[in-house]
């Protein structure tokens, strides 16, 4: 996705905490080197099933390595020999078969030595992996990775030099002997006043320790009564101090040289710089790559997800030179159709993305393309890059004649511009005239997409379907059949009522999940620049095609990553009930805005803004982001997953994602439902985070919502699989209107 789509990556980078990671390939440890010799060429022929049948158990039993021509570490024997001595030197390793029933056979080659969790964790455990070239004679080789294990160890995981590699968020940790009182005895408020401590430290220091008012021009500065006023009141609706809130970007009230509240005030510089959470990285042996799973599926619920999403590409044209243009990736998902009465299958769908997505679909769109998964991809295994995985994956391309200015087969029906009664300018304070002509909005969009339009217009063969219907239900992987199978949107948010997701940070693994919880599943396709499960020498063809695939992306654990298929006779490297989890709620505290429910936010608060400006939509005005947002759990993908969904285990949506920061390894997700909050005297009776339902409407502060749009383009009797009985303001079902807002204090 092109940068101005905001797939933030954060460079704001002082503190420890805050410095950048890249995206790397997992066995990263400098450039590749070019590979010493390989074991003697074989003489003897073998059969290709007695190849294959090596390749498949050969392990490091079979074989010896010599370190050479490295002064002070040739001579020592491997239990003397750190991980990190072989990673840096692996260019000298030599390999020698010493499994008679292999020699002769076959000959080695050292590839690489990876180091997947990291040189502190490979220290600290002994453990790396070799990636070997097998070969042949008259054979195609063959590369694989073996596990290795036995060498010296640390404690600490130091080098040989005595270097320990940085754990990004080992600063933010409490000290060990209060870790267990942390995870099993304190509350939500008092872990984040635990954990808030040591961010704003390190915060600080990223700030230069600068005063309040260097830093924050645009507010007044309070005297200590009024202080000690604000910082009362904040503590009883869970909302941090204001000086944190200050340095942290937040949106507060001023106040007149007498006292009285003014309005509110926006932080006008980029974005504050945002740093990991120790808690998100708990029980992980690399906390820099906690930023989701690629091309692999740990359960039936995430392929579920997965087959309802879809990459997509729209290419624009150059308004001067229709030979040049830009294409443009995102991810969406199937969210409605339209019912058809006469038994056919419906041709007409409806896909949830983000705004930043549909900005791109304009007049000068010549084409576009959807990628799914197939509904035969099985799970647990590791698939390739999406286009060079034809067995698992499908995509569709769609000429758009530019004659069709009305009925081109994909529009925008609804999107989250100015989706509530209010301007954001009516909050403000002294900048009310400097953003009077801004407007609000929620990175929410939703395209129709019509396969009969498509299907007649285009005059393709859009792979090999002879009608609409049939292409329809062949994009769709029958969805429109399997009433089991559809989307639902989850009727209570987090903020109301946040125990749903409030869920332990110590359960048994091997136990099922407590059904009271739920848990969620985000899926996306961002581009496979950002894909760092890619391995050199492994996956060499995959890397040089990288630039212009996707990788299907999971907020689960990265160390599932080509574990989970189990040969027969060997124990699974999981437990089973394990691998049948979501993930939840990030506890990152720069976004935080509420203090005892981590993973939820106030946009207009903490996150008015990605980067370093205001968001500019298709129309040329600027935005200032509002509504719920949450902060999913171990999702952080690259450019190109905007538009993912968030669900639960019951398919029930909850938010789509629109922003990703690599730094603090979350993103946000923009609540499809706020009941709102009153803030109450805290920002004198004036501001309250808006109630609303993108979906159904009703809420008592928006305009707008996904069936009211369908209402006005079709009436009120348009009937679809989320409105069975058409889109009239009766229609709104009971368990979706609103009985008031949240409220932490009276």
Known sequence: ?????????????????????????????????????????????????????????????????????????????KSKLYPTDIADNDQNIQLTIKNSAYQNKISLKMLKGNLPDGRRKANQTGKMQFVVEISAKGKQSVNKIIEMDGFLTNPYGADR????????????????????????????????????????????????????SSIRKDLSELTSAQLQKFNELAKKHNFDNYANAALKGFTLPTYDNNGKYEGMSLDEKPETAKGPS????????????????????????YKKAAIQTYQVTIRNDDKDDPKKGNVTAGTMWLM??????????????????????????????????????????????????????????????????????????????????????????????????????????????VFEIDFAELFSKTGENHNNASSAEELAKSITNDYASSDENHVKFKSESYLKNYNKIDVPLQSDKNKPFDTKYDQLYAVGYPSSLYDHFLRRYIDDHQISASKWNYSLWLNSNYEYYDKLVTEEGSQPAFPEELLKRGD?????????????RPGVLDAFISAPKSGNDWYVSSDGKKYIAFGLEYMPKHYAPGGGASGSSVRNQNNELVGVYHVSNNIAKTGLAAAFRSEGYDYGDLFDNQYKLPQYDLIYGGGADQRNSYRQALKELYGENYQTALFNNGVGDNQIPEEFKFTGYVKDAE
């Open 584 to 596: 939840f709620l990030s506890y990152q505290i720069g976004y935080r805005s509420f203090i005892n």
């Open 1 to 77: 996705m092109q940068k101005k789509f905001k797939n933030i990556l954060l460079t704001l980078s002082i503190g420890s905490i805050f410095t950048p990671i890249a995206f790397v390939s997992a066995n990263c440890n400098g450039n590749p080197k070019k590979p010493d010799t390989p074991t003697p060429t074989p003489q003897t022929e073998i059969t290709d099933q007695e190849f294959n049948d090596i390749v498949k158990k050969i392990n490091q039993s079979d074989f010896d390595f010599k370190l050479k021509n490295v002064p002070g570490l040739d001579s020592l024997e």
């Open 278 to 301: 120790w808690v998100d990285a708990l029980g992980r042996s690399n906390p820099n790559k906690i930023d989701g799973l690629a091309r692999t599926l740990p359960n039936d619920m």
């Open 336 to 445: 409605d159709y339209q019912k058809k009465t006469d038994g056919t299958y419906p041709t007409k769908f409806y896909f949830g993305t983000n705004l930043h997505v549909a900005d791109v679909l304009t007049q000068l769109t010549s084409s576009f393309s959807m990628l799914r998964l197939n509904k035969n991809a099985g799970i647990k295994s590791t698939f390739k890059l999406s286009d060079l995985d034809t067995k698992n994956f499908t995509r569709f391309y769609f000429a758009i004649e530019k004659a069709f200015s009305t009925n081109r087969g994909i529009k925008t029906v609804f999107d989250g511009r100015n989706f509530l009664t209010k301007k954001p300018s009516d909050y403000l304070g002294r900048q009310k005239d400097k953003f009077k002509d801004f407007e609000e909005f929620i990175d929410f969009a």
């Open 161 to 212: 030099s005595g270097k320990i590699d940085h754990n990004p968020t080992d600063s933010l940790k409490p000290n060990e002997n209060k870790i267990k009182d942390y995870v099993t005895k304190l509350t939500q408020t008092q872990r984040f006043e635990t954990d808030n401590e040591k961010y704003m430290g390190a915060l600080k220091q990223q700030l230069h320790n600068q005063s309040l």
